[in-house]
């Protein structure tokens, strides 16, 4: 057999990749993880610095979703985070990788994001791929998942629901005879039938079904949140499933389970961003996906209502009235959340003492002040008084 050569007819460069990931860290992880990873690679290679946004806009994908491959990858020994003061990550580290010992188990989810990880895990209950292809509207052979954690939001009306936090499923990808399968089920067949003529006009290749499948029955979306999952991805401009399918995972890692809460979601994200916007005197450009995580953050992680998030971007305006950013508002909002205020009452409350301890302190200084004055003015009358009595002692002795 005849060998072949490879070589480049311009100057382009060429990453090097170790055989070690290629043979053994890459088998077990979701292609989207190597994609990132081999992304970090190319970004080392041409020593360029780099924000998740610009990554997650390479690859179509949300920022969550990189901090997901990021997080897998440390857990895997294969990166290393830096850290600022604050416990923000500053940095990435590529560490030499090597034949593990053991061979690598598959992780049982996606993680979560770098700053908030998930705890729970999936059930060892096999995946009946086939089974699931079969009947989608019963979604049977769906995994069996087990809730995390639990919390309480408050919506933009002011009204508490619950999510329910789950670990994320890891994609499979469908094998041949199983999409064959998927293509014949009647069911299926409307399903793709109806998102193809309703938002495409085309045929879905393999690729998306797969992700449609992935979708529906691992993550559970019924037929109407996937209809307003892509609707709401398409008015966006993103029309990639990649795209659809990442802002589906974190739908599912906010608790989204119905068409409801969808709505609630973006519709109280999307009101409060433009508020906050107007608040800090931004009104030509829509928030950006780092300022949406700001204030998803506030609102959902922190629970910081709309009134103090507004009320923080308020103080902001006060305090730099040509600059206040998403940045500043970030650290008020960071103090308040480190010393336990929660409400607009808690605002107020730390204000009035924080105004009477100046008052305490000024009057401090001013007493001080009026006391060094009057030891200065009665050691000055002393003073007087002793040489005026000289004076006269003098004039008398001559006088005698």
């Known amino acids: 057999m005849k060998t072949i050569t490879i070589s480049t007819e311009t ?3 060429y990453s090097s990749i170790s055989n070690f990931f290629i043979d053994h860290y890459m088998t077990d992880a979701n292609g989207e993880f190597v994609k990132v990873y081999l992304y970090l690679i190319r970004l080392l290679s041409n020593n360029t610095p780099f924000t998740v946004a610009q990554i997650a806009d ?3 994908l949300t920022e969550n979703d990189i901090c997901r491959a990021i997080k897998y990858w440390v857990s895997r020994d294969v990166l290393k985070l830096n850290y600022d003061g604050k416990g923000y990550p500053t940095g990435i580290v ?4 090597s034949r593990p010992e053991h061979g690598l188990e598959a992780e049982s989810d996606a993680l979560s994001i770098l700053r ?5 895990s999936m059930d060892d209950e096999e995946y009946d791929m086939t089974a699931a292809a079969k009947a989608p509207a019963a979604r049977p052979g769906r995994r069996q998942l087990t809730p995390t954690t639990s919390k309480v939001v408050s919506d933009a009306s002011g009204h508490d629901r619950m999510v329910v936090e789950s670990s994320i499923p890891l994609k499979q990808e469908l094998k041949q005879d199983v999409l064959n399968d ?3 089920n009647e069911d299926w067949e409307m399903l793709i039938f109806g998102i193809e003529n309703t938002f495409y006009n085309r045929g879905l290749t393999p690729a998306e079904i797969n992700s449609l499948f992935y979708i529906h029955n691992d993550l559970g979306f019924d037929e109407d949140l996937i209809d307003f ?3 709401y991805c398409l008015r966006k401009g993103k029309k990639s499933w990649s795209y659809i399918e990442a802002t589906a995972r974190n739908w599912y890692a906010d608790g989204i389970r119905t068409v409801a809460d969808a709505k609630v979601q973006c519709s109280e994200t999307a009101e409060l961003a433009k508020k906050v916007l107007s608040t800090l005197c931004i009104t030509d450009r829509q928030a950006s996906p ?15 209502s709309e009134e103090l998030i507004i009320l923080a971007c308020q103080k902001a305006i006060l305090a730099k009235p040509k600059s206040a950013n998403f940045k500043y508002v970030n650290g008020i909002i960071e103090n308040w959340n480190k010393n336990g205020i929660k409400t607009v009452a808690d605002v107020e409350a730390e204000a009035k003492t924080h105004k009477e301890a100046q008052k305490q302190l000024s009057s401090k200084t001013s007493k001080a002040a009026n006391d060094v004055n009057n030891f200065s003015q009665t050691d000055m009358n002393k003073d007087m008084a002793e040489m005026e009595e000289l004076l006269l002692k003098q004039v008398n ?4």
Do not use: V
């Open 11 to 13: 100057g382009e460069t």
């Open 58 to 60: 390479h690859f179509n």
């Open 94 to 97: 590529l560490l030499p990788l």
């Open 116 to 120: 908030k990880p998930m705890n729970a």
């Open 182 to 184: 998927l293509l014949r």
């Open 229 to 231: 999952l892509i609707d």
């Open 290 to 304: 780092l300022e949406i995580e700001f204030i998803n953050t506030w609102h959902r992680d922190m629970g910081f």
């Open 397 to 400: 002795k001559k006088k005698d």
